[in-house]
């Protein structure tokens, strides 16, 4: 297989690098950008000169259309326009940006502020959650991969939403990612003199993943809520831990919580179901493509604590976007993707 | 005046030793211990040596009864036992730990699994949430002062309770503390290489802190509430932020919210109302005695977010253990707690 | 005292400002800007809103020589212009950047790659590194503080070489700094997700602080020497460690060092002279204007290692600044800086 | 391959885990214990109970000599005990403490202060620095791994040492180490509140590597010299870097020094010689077994800064273990190695 990654400078681009280099069904790794022509790769990361040392390519479709897979790895609002002149022309696309995962146009340009790409682009791809839509992803053409806090909160929390075991009505969702989430562009908030030894909230009520989040557990559990949902900066580089809040079901006990995370994820290699609550940290998944996923009953409110903790970078990201192409390409999901986690 | 702490190689002993030593009332402080006799403080703290040459004291009331303020900073079980036969003679007591603020000594037993302190001992100690309870602390002899969750939790909720802005019947409370909350002594969780890096929950659903929130909320807003509360660990060593997630009551607005909490804490030197979002974080009370507290309506879902942030081991332990200090001594509350937070 | 503070926004102008605001004789600070006038301070540093409500002034001469000080915290390059027109105006001036350091001006341009300040203002200029140079500070019109390197060699070293102790012919000084010391502008280098987690070596043999300690050498020890001296970056925020090596003279042996040491800074409360080995470290003078010195004879190799050890933006800038100011307006040099060492 | 590892649950064992899962020639990995009989390995590691849901078994030489490698990855002075009965029962035995690296036992009881292993058992060891001893690994039956810190010393100046570019009578090596070269024991020195946000320097002139980095120079370079050398903690989990410091021998040219490493190293996939100086960091190098080396030479003082990079788990210690034995087996260098750095 031959692969490009468009926005190969980005963290997520290095990720998809990382992983790929040790896919055994990837034989070549080509590198693109949309602003940056003419950059050496190694000029930025040095120590990576002899995994690639040339330029970045510029974007040529009539190149890219004789690669397998592309990867776009890029802001948002690039995609939209990169991808669709592609979307005929021969390659698997998947798409790592917010691009094309809302369907509803209105909706997009309401919490990205940006124009979205064609409705009929949108309608063809397909949301990239393995777990969830593994016979869709088969058959995609256009893949939107999954948001980093979607991911997280979804695996957590659309088994117990789907099977009734928890009222949808009533959802809280308080959500802590490593600063790495933020990308690898210098600003105030990531200066390491003030992100350092302090941990914050942010975009309060306004995050672009709360849309994301609404439509997937309509799209997999049949319900429509609107989730209270914020998110918070943690003072480490990488990692997810997503906790929500809700009322159990009556008649709902630990057991039915459990069993209702073990049975859905039976067969699924990537989400590990945690019974012992000092396992459930950022640390047990780190540099690997695991979600962690944890739920306990507390009697004496009739409510539940769901946590969902995945490497931000990987499963939330490059990980997930590497076990799509294998479910597209076929393969075992796991392929390129076996890593133990790095704990310390 | 004249200062005793008991446990002065605690964190918070170190931090009350940090603040007194630049109190302009407190001539003398002298170090206690109720378990390390003997040992010299100068032995764990070699870069203290300047500031107290001496063994550790062994606890004498003959002795500490001559003193004007005794400190309490010591595991929970400890000063239950050491304080009672001091109530009566002569010294102010604080005690920084949790034995003494659980009214219903049942409910200690249950969360806290010791044996609690004599009945009458707790029904005559006052409960050290500064800012609420300024008239009562004037008078006490024995101050349970507050939890380090508890002071950023209630501080932030108490006013919107109690003024009926929100519904209290369904309260979830998300809280994180730097790894200093553990205390000085070593374990695998706070072993460096595995807490590093890593942000995990613990004590779902099961913290000591519970019931003295539900207590305050009764106490303080005359409102009986099962809240949802859980914590988690971030890697660095100072600051707590608490997220908690209400419904408004009906009508109620995002100029109510702020109004009712500057309302609150107009004349309270140590609360800051924030309102600029981007400024809510740990590292803005850093060090000093301040508890940032911030409400933020959700218009799309009807639920406010409202979050508190202070430094775990200041407001959340000796800052304000020696604000409660100055109010019985009726000193003015900023006493030798006037700093400015270091930020970086 | 009134006090003004040009480059008020960096991170030495906001140490000036939390020191300065508990210094009992000074009676009002106001902020100066070079750049951003009409900036607020507090859109900055929302959290200090309470200090300060007001834009950055701009720089006006007539306004200023109203002042009893005023400090320049700018980056290199810009008191050189700023200062020499308030020389003779009244107030004493303290620069804590660069361009008053070095008396030869062709080193000046040739390390900083700048224009110099005038030579006749440079010779008036006295190197405020106090326990070496009290006197003549007392005196002086203009102060160019040390930078946050030579503070930490200097003061460890400067004894041995004075007294004969070392061979000061093949110097050694590995210095290790937080990152802190970059200053507040967000760059890659400091970008959270590749400062964190990673120790790195820079400026190789290319630091602009090496002619400053070498004429400091020359300048209070007499002796001529080319010192090699490189800096590395520390994931973390605050903090200096720098460690020396040289031959010791025949016959020196580790008492010989304790002594002279101890000798030296017997009279100098900042200093102080660290013989427990397992507290040489940063924690123990964060946030402090301490510096911590050790010096250890290796027999095996008759070499010895010496440790300076300070906070970079307290006794490395803002500290040391104002314990100058002190000094120059007969204070004790304690006032205002009073402080116990975090620690945690 | 059936590989067996004793002292799984230290850190060099959970690396030795990590890189073995994947490498694609070992079958089997069984996990055995000198003191934990009978835990069960996931109760240590509860996220990896499916790589491993055993208990840890009890050291049996029958069972072991069935296994085509052992790894050690024991504190000092056990393998010392352990080994000898195995050496010859069949299994390539590779030690990762430092029981077997220093050939004169008087210097090993000196610096470890423990019984020595028998004088013929450590005379037929040999030591794994796998760039400079290939021939002898290939042969070996047991290996003494090399220590963290003079991998990372030995690699950036052995070659420099032995073309005769620099002065061996006086070097300095000043090396930085992440926390986890502490090992996986909770104690004060790496409890998280005082490990963070501190620099300290520790063993001063103590190190044990001290003899073992003499004896290789000796060995490799054919040069007896006594080496500065002192040892520092950085608040990051992983991660070595050593700063070196010599004069250059008459007439070498920072071309001779770059030469010099670069002909060295040129069949050697896992030493990179970095010429740009941005890039000598430790997360260059992070999760991975490069060595990164480094030399400038600084014309000024004619002496030069020689740098080594890694990390200090991989190639100081699991990743270079598992190299030898790849050496001693036949396969690439590379096998099971091949990993991208994380950086972030």
């Not at 974007?59 to 802001?75: E, G, K, N, R, W």
């Not at 580089?237 to 919580?257: C, D, W």
Request: proline fraction near 6%; charged fraction near 20%.
């Amino acid at each position: 297989m031959k692969v490009g990654i468009i926005g190969a400078t980005g963290y997520g681009g290095l990720e998809l690098i990382r992983f790929l280099y040790t896919h055994k069904e990837v034989e070549k790794v080509e590198l693109f950008t949309s602003s940056e022509e003419g950059a050496l790769f190694s000029s930025k990361f040095p120590h990576l000169v002899d995994l690639y040392n040339q330029p970045l390519q510029k974007i040529d479709y009539d190149v890219l259309s004789q690669f397998d897979v592309v990867f776009a790895s890029t802001p948002s609002g690039v995609s939209s326009n990169l991808f669709p002149p592609l979307l005929d022309r021969g390659p698997k696309l998947i798409d790592l940006s917010g691009d094309f995962r809302l369907k509803n146009l209105a909706s997009y340009e309401k919490w990205y502020k940006k124009t979205p790409a064609p409705q009929e682009v949108v309608d063809a791809s397909v949301y990239g959650l393995t777990e969830w839509n593994e016979k869709a992803i088969q058959e995609a053409k256009l893949i939107a991969n999954p948001g980093c806090y979607p991911t997280a909160v979804l695996l957590s929390l659309l088994p117990l939403i789907k099977e009734k075991c928890i009222d949808p009505s009533f959802l809280v969702i308080d959500a802590k990612s490593g600063i790495s989430g933020a990308g690898n562009k210098p600003s105030q908030t990531t200066h390491y003199s003030e992100a350092n030894e302090s941990f914050s909230i942010y975009k309060i009520n306004e995050h672009q993943h709360i849309p994301e989040i609404e439509q997937a557990i309509s799209m997999f559990a049949g319900v429509e809520t609107n989730i209270s949902f914020n998110t918070h900066l943690v003072p480490m580089t990488r990692g997810i831990l997503a906790t929500s809040y809700a009322k159990v079901q009556p008649g709902i006990t630990q057991e039915h919580l459990t069993n209702c995370l073990k049975e859905t994820y039976k067969n699924h290699p990537f989400v590990r179901v945690i019974e012992n609550a000092s396992s459930v940290g950022t640390n047990r998944v780190k540099g690997s493509n695991y979600c962690d996923v944890f739920a306990k009953l507390d009697e004496r409110t009739g409510r539940v604590t769901v946590v969902g903790v995945i490497d931000n970078l990987v499963k939330g990201a490059a990980g997930q976007a590497i076990q799509n192409m294998n479910v597209q390409m076929n393969l075992p999901q796991t392929t390129g993707l076996q890593v133990v986690p790095l704990f310390m």
